[in-house]
């Protein structure tokens, strides 16, 4: 600007015309604003329902709507699943890590084994959710050193729980555990299978379990396609005698406890996954509502107690659970590791 310009205006003159400049944008932001004031209280009164109530039902309604078209995706990807060739959503689930088993990668996975179609994708991210609540997402890295190997190592004793001719598994203990074409049958084998629990999810964590993570992958599959979401999800303990449901949503059974999860518990000690899919097995456990084990009783309940509460894992700690009970046994507690 010039020295010209500079005498004319002066700071005090330059000064009042910001001023008026921002009074005339702040005069556009009110009728701005209570433009938008009058289209919500307008939108409330045609509604019936009130603003702020309208503003709840507005998210309530878009809540519905992606509930409703991951429903529409999940049948249409089981629907793809099970057409000629394929295999039905939950049979997909019990099938899709025999590359594992057979201690093969991914990348070397065939698509047929003991006269089944096998390694075929899950539907709705269960898979994906079921990896992520028990092992870091991203690059892994070992962490166990000199274990690069898929026989799985035990947190109760720390040592190897497969024998030199153990991994692989065999094709009659394959076909055990996906033989079938009834999920309930594939659900049977898996939950009592002591094959499975010899192999981990990933090398790379030797401490996680194939077993427990297939099944939490089936239960959250079977969730997924009722219409619930991970953030609508329980973990519900009951212990025997106890209430409780069975089906495919149960991902341990023992003599002491049984869990499962589920979008709508029956009863018994229930605490809500949390908001996504994450290493949080401790955390869930030290909220449920009513403790599956008799802590009071034995001294040992209250160690397994106390280990579950630092375990983050769930893959890793539902395995430890049930190695724990095979290991030390129900005890003379009445009912396993509770009071009936």
Same mark, same amino acid.
């Given at each position: 600007? &010039?020295?010209?310009?500079?005498?004319?205006?002066?700071?005090?003159?330059?000064?009042?015309?910001?001023?008026?400049?921002?009074?005339?944008?702040?005069?556009?932001?009110?009728?701005?604003?209570?433009?938008?004031?009058?289209?919500?209280?307008?939108?409330?009164?045609?509604?019936?329902?009130?603003?702020?109530?309208?503003?709840? +039902?507005? =998210?309530?309604?878009?809540?519905?709507? $992606?509930?409703?078209?991951?429903?529409?995706?999940?049948?249409?990807?089981?629907?793809?699943?099970?057409? %000629?060739?394929?295999?039905?959503?939950?049979?997909?689930?019990?099938?899709?890590?025999?590359?594992?088993?057979?201690?093969? =990668?991914?990348?070397?996975?065939?698509?047929?084994?003991?006269?089944?179609?096998?390694?075929?994708?899950?539907?709705?991210? !269960?898979?994906?959710?079921?990896?992520?609540?028990?092992?870091?997402?991203?690059?892994?890295?070992?962490?166990?050193?000199?274990?690069?190997?898929?026989?799985?190592?035990?947190?109760?004793?720390?040592?190897?729980? *497969?024998?030199?001719?153990?991994? %692989?598994?065999?094709?009659?203990?394959?076909?055990?555990?996906?033989?079938?074409?009834?999920?309930?049958?594939?659900?049977?084998?898996?939950? #009592?299978?002591?094959? !499975?629990?010899?192999?981990?999810? &990933?090398?790379?964590?030797?401490? /996680?379990?194939?077993?427990?993570?297939?099944?939490?992958?089936? !239960?959250?599959?079977?969730?997924?396609? *009722?219409?619930?979401?991970?953030?609508?999800?329980?973990?519900?303990?009951?212990? %025997?005698?106890?209430?409780?449901?069975?089906?495919?949503? /149960?991902?341990? $059974? /023992?003599?002491?406890? $049984?869990?499962?999860? /589920?979008? #709508?518990?029956?009863?018994?000690?229930? *605490?809500?996954?949390?908001?996504?899919? !994450?290493?949080?097995?401790?955390?869930?456990?030290?909220?449920?509502?009513?403790?599956?084990?008799?802590?009071?009783?034995?001294?040992? +309940?209250?160690?397994?107690? *106390?280990?579950?509460?630092?375990?983050?894992?769930?893959?890793?700690?539902?395995?430890?659970?049930?190695?724990?009970?095979?290991?030390?046994?129900?005890?003379?507690?009445?009912?396993?590791?509770?009071?009936?």
């Amino acid at each position: 600007m &010039s020295r010209r310009m500079l005498v004319r205006r002066g700071w005090m003159s330059c000064s009042l015309w910001s001023r008026r400049w921002i009074r005339r944008n702040l005069v556009m932001a009110r009728r701005m604003r209570r433009r938008v004031l009058w289209m919500k209280r307008m939108w409330g009164r045609r509604s019936g329902r009130g603003w702020m109530s309208c503003s709840r +039902w507005s =998210r309530r309604w878009i809540q519905r709507r $992606s509930r409703v078209r991951r429903v529409v995706g999940m049948r249409d990807v089981s629907a793809s699943s099970g057409g %000629p060739g394929g295999v039905s959503g939950l049979v997909a689930v019990f099938r899709h890590d025999v590359h594992k088993l057979r201690g093969r =990668r991914h990348e070397d996975a065939v698509e047929s084994c003991v006269g089944v179609r096998v390694n075929e994708a899950v539907p709705c991210g !269960a898979d994906r959710d079921a990896a992520l609540v028990s092992r870091p997402s991203g690059s892994p890295e070992q962490s166990v050193a000199n274990h690069a190997s898929p026989a799985r190592l035990s947190l109760v004793s720390g040592d190897r729980v *497969a024998g030199a001719g153990d991994v %692989p598994a065999s094709r009659a203990e394959i076909r055990e555990l996906v033989g079938s074409s009834d999920p309930e049958q594939l659900h049977a084998a898996w939950l #009592d299978s002591e094959v !499975a629990a010899r192999f981990n999810e &990933s090398v790379f964590y030797p401490y /996680t379990s194939l077993k427990f993570h297939t099944l939490l992958a089936a !239960a959250l599959l079977d969730n997924y396609r *009722a219409g619930f979401g991970f953030e609508d999800l329980f973990l519900e303990a009951s212990w %025997p005698g106890g209430e409780g449901g069975s089906g495919v949503r /149960t991902v341990l $059974s /023992t003599p002491v406890v $049984s869990l499962r999860v /589920t979008g #709508d518990p029956c009863g018994g000690g229930v *605490a809500r996954l949390g908001g996504g899919p !994450a290493r949080s097995f401790a955390d869930v456990w030290s909220r449920l509502g009513e403790q599956p084990l008799d802590v009071g009783g034995a001294r040992r +309940w209250r160690v397994l107690d *106390a280990e579950l509460r630092r375990i983050r894992s769930w893959s890793t700690a539902l395995q430890f659970i049930e190695d724990f009970v095979s290991t030390f046994g129900p005890g003379e507690v009445p009912g396993g590791g509770r009071d009936a």
